[in-house]
């Protein structure tokens, strides 16, 4: 089992950079596929991006692609996701997930991910 803590949040001015972090607590970590999803005020949440357990995997949403970083230190149980040239369409609720165990193909069902963090939030100003 992996308890996970997602940190990094804040207000940002349209623009801006902000880097996530998702700590995780538990020897298994490092097995994990991690992702992360947002969920914005009225909308579903959203896939944003995914790492396999190792990190020499990563898969992006289509519409995240090119502003979005995803990357992991295992020993320092964390992932990462880093955000560019902010938007206020960014703005949301931030969540990490832990998945499969030892896959190289890390995917962006929800279903697919078991342990979930509370989240943090992201707010863009304009």
């Known amino acids: 089992q992996v308890q996970l803590v997602e940190s990094g949040g804040g207000l940002v001015q349209a623009g801006g950079s902000l880097r996530l972090a998702c700590a995780a607590s538990?020897?298994?970590?490092?097995?994990?596929?991690i992702g992360w999803f947002r969920q914005a005020p009225g909308k579903e949440r959203e896939f944003v991006a995914a790492i396999s357990w190792t990190g020499a995997n990563t898969y992006y949403a289509d519409s995240m692609k090119g502003r979005f970083t995803i990357s992991r230190d295992n020993p320092k149980k964390t992932v990462y996701l880093q955000i560019n040239s902010l938007k206020l369409e960014d703005a949301a609720v931030y969540y990490c997930?832990?998945?499969?165990?030892?896959?190289?193909?890390?995917?962006?069902?929800?279903?697919?991910?078991?342990?979930w963090g509370q989240g943090t939030q992201v707010t863009v100003s304009s």
């Open positions: 997930a832990a998945g499969s165990q030892y896959s190289s193909s890390p995917g962006d069902s929800q279903s697919e991910y078991n342990y």
């Open positions: 538990g020897r298994t970590f490092s097995r994990y596929t």
